[in-house]
């Protein structure tokens, strides 16, 4: 093999143009790399992962491409396990006389139409689902889900009446009552 000194001028400008194209190249993808690095705020608790203020789950495509060498990623509680840790929530379903026979039914629909939702934004959570003196309440983080789960009760229990309310003061809250008629049979 030939050294650079042996090598024709022709070669050595080929050689010398390849380089500098190399290196161009390589200088736009690091430019490239710069510009799509992104920001990215992880909660340490749930390791969901926000990103232009939507939240993903930890097991979304976008959390998965998560580049840990090249995206700057801050740690930041979410909404979800914020509201958790607060005590507080957006959405209450209070359900008063479930028959016996029909409990485990309105528990799947509530838990159905939960993890649905969930699928749909991982910040729409149940948070407690508790027995009352006259039947079930159950509380979560997200208003619209509390209505839908509402709706769907409602849909499948045509007898039973809802009664939905939304407040924006003092603080958001979504509250939905079901009744169904007390020794109904179905
Ligand atoms: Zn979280």
Redesign the pocket.
């Known amino acids: 093999m030939c050294t650079t000194e042996e090598l024709p001028i022709s070669q050595l400008n080929k050689l010398y143009t390849m380089n500098v194209t190399f290196e161009k190249r390589n200088r736009v993808s690091r430019q490239k790399r710069l510009e799509q690095s992104r920001r990215l705020n992880q ?1 340490p ?4 992962v926000q990103y232009k203020n939507l939240w993903y789950a930890p097991d979304s495509r976008l959390a998965q491409l998560i580049d840990v060498h090249h995206d700057k990623i801050s740690t930041r ?2 909404p ?2 914020d509201m958790q840790n607060r005590g507080v929530y957006e959405g209450v379903l209070d359900i008063k006389h479930i028959p016996e026979r029909e409990y485990d039914h309105v528990v799947s629909i509530i838990l159905h139409e939960a993890m649905r939702d969930y699928g749909d934004n991982p910040q729409h959570r149940l948070l407690d689902f508790y027995d009352h003196e006259e039947g079930y309440m159950v509380t979560a983080t997200s208003a619209a889900m509390i209505y839908r789960i509402g709706q769907k009760i409602k849909s499948e229990f045509k007898s039973c009446e809802m009664q939905s309310q939304y407040q924006h003061e003092p603080y958001p809250l979504q509250m939905t009552r079901i009744a169904f008629a007390p020794n109904e049979s179905f």
């Open positions: 909660c608790l749930c390791r969901d509680l979410c979800a396990c």
